[in-house]
């Protein structure tokens, strides 16, 4: 009981230095699918932006399920949820840590270190380890991590309800942490080059020769194609494997046999997953296979990086000096803090469930929920998420009201499902030179796809009626 109050106690102090920004950035892909199950007459066009990921896994129904058993606003749910993620994370490091370390110190460093590096950016991939909102990453990262722990405890059939269990709320990033698992059991039983070829499972899928709508897609997501990342990318993903490589000798000197392993195989888990990187970037023809994204297996040797190294880092400098954990926890959290307000200005750093938004842009967003009609369908500049002072907060996910397709999130999903380019590239190219709109090209909207309503930046335009204005935004009614 006293551990568990402890990694709350941590888990909260995480949140408050990490933030907690509900919905913001992926959200905006995420939530509409819960919102749409509690709330079926919702989004009646455009929908299929975000069902696409939503009918491949469990976590809006998971999440609308609680809502309606619990009866809490859809907030306060996500707020709870967003505690537990980090709560379960902090809980499964302590679980798995203690696989490698008996001292007490070296185990709370390293949930310490993790807690502390929540929002550390994962190489060139776009990941945190864990995000400031919701999103089934979050609640799939400790079950991976559970399931190493029982891999090592030779308990497979425990691993496979955790691999699962993630499977079910993310049909990606589990596949990642199911490879590593293989990998540790082949490597502790048969030749290292032979185990190597597990992590090449899961890319054995041809996905197609990518069409030109597709294409424009991938060239916006250079995270997707290792041949794009910039150097501090590529630092990023490469340290790492020589840093594991440094601590299995370092394990294997103190014959600490389970981390020698888990660096063992990591070493070799991302050396594959590189290659295979690799692969897949340089051939044009393989560009469609880029939604596999090879690298994201680093998120998942980035949680076990930041573990290990914070139980190395109390064996062999931290100890029993309170003064060392001082001095190494305190600038870490302050940075992150500092790093985390430059990323939300205009918002406030922890958004808590029921308070009034202090974001312009969302304080237009709640005034389109409570003041337009469910059906209604709107239009907004294509790239609004990256408006400074927007804080990329989403207009589906807040205002919960349909508008035509943007180039930041909605593109992500047509990266992930093809399928889906056609659609996106003819909605986007109809808000092309935004900027410049006048009221005949509402006009074509409207009767190109029935957009009734516009989200516009002061000082707007003329000849719109807006019945809701504040310093930075307004929401104009189109005339039918």
Not at 82 to 111: H, M, N, P, Y
Not at 244 to 263: D, G, I, K
Request: aromatic share 14%.
């Amino acid at each position: 009981m006293k551990r568990n109050a402890l990694l709350l106690l941590l888990s909260i102090g995480a949140l408050l230095i990490h933030g907690y920004h509900p919905f913001a950035e992926d959200a905006e892909i995420y939530l509409p699918g819960i919102e749409k199950i509690l709330h079926p007459e919702l989004f009646p066009f455009g929908a299929e932006f975000f069902q696409s990921h939503a009918h491949l896994t469990l976590f809006p129904n998971l999440i609308a399920a609680s809502v309606r058993i619990t009866h809490l606003p859809l907030e306060v749910a996500l707020f709870f949820w967003q505690l537990l993620s980090i709560f379960l994370l902090l809980l499964a490091g302590w679980e798995l840590s203690g696989k490698c370390f008996t001292d007490a110190k070296a185990r709370w460093a390293g949930v310490g270190l993790l807690a502390a590096l929540l929002t550390l950016p994962v190489a060139g991939t776009g990941l945190y380890i864990l995000d400031q909102y919701l999103n089934p990453r979050n609640l799939t990262a400790f079950a991976t991590i559970f399931a190493i722990a029982k891999v090592l405890d030779k308990k497979y059939g425990q691993a496979a309800l955790f691999l699962a269990f993630a499977g079910v709320l993310h049909p990606l990033m589990p596949v990642f942490a199911l490879s590593y698992c293989i990998l540790l059991v082949l490597m502790e039983r048969f030749d290292p080059a032979f185990a190597a070829l597990a992590a090449l499972l899961p890319f054995g899928t041809n996905f197609g020769t990518p069409t030109p709508a597709y294409h424009q897609v991938a060239l916006s997501h250079s995270y997707f194609y290792l041949t794009r990342w910039a150097w501090y990318e590529w630092l990023g993903g490469l340290a790492p494997i020589a840093i594991l490589w440094w601590f299995s000798r370092v394990a294997r000197a103190r014959q600490w046999r389970n981390l020698e392993l888990l660096c063992r195989a990591l070493v070799v888990y991302q050396l594959i997953y590189t290659a295979a990187a690799l692969v897949l970037s340089i051939p044009a023809r393989f560009e469609g296979l880029g939604l596999l994204q090879p690298m994201r297996s680093l998120y998942l040797l980035y949680i076990l990086l930041v573990l290990l190294g914070g139980g190395l880092l109390a064996e062999y400098l931290l100890k029993n000096q309170l003064w060392r954990w001082l001095v190494l926890f305190v600038p870490l959290c302050a940075g992150m803090f500092v790093a985390q307000r430059a990323l939300f200005p205009a918002s406030a750093h922890v958004e808590w469930p029921g308070a009034a938004p202090r974001n312009p842009w969302v304080q237009a967003f709640d005034w389109a929920r409570e003041n337009t009609p469910r059906d209604a369908i709107f239009a907004l500049d294509p790239r609004f998420m990256n408006i400074p002072g927007e804080d990329e907060n989403g207009f589906r996910d807040i205002a919960q009201r349909s508008r035509l397709a943007d180039e930041v999130k909605d593109s992500g999903a047509v990266s992930m499902f093809p399928p889906l380019a056609e659609t996106w590239l003819r909605q986007v190219q109809a808000l092309r030179g935004w900027r410049n709109f006048q009221t005949q090209d509402f006009r074509h909207l409207q009767d190109q796809y029935g957009v009734s309503w516009a989200v516009l930046q002061v000082p707007g335009i003329p000849g719109l009626e807006c019945p809701y204005r504040n310093d930075a935004v307004l929401v104009c009614k189109l005339k039918p």
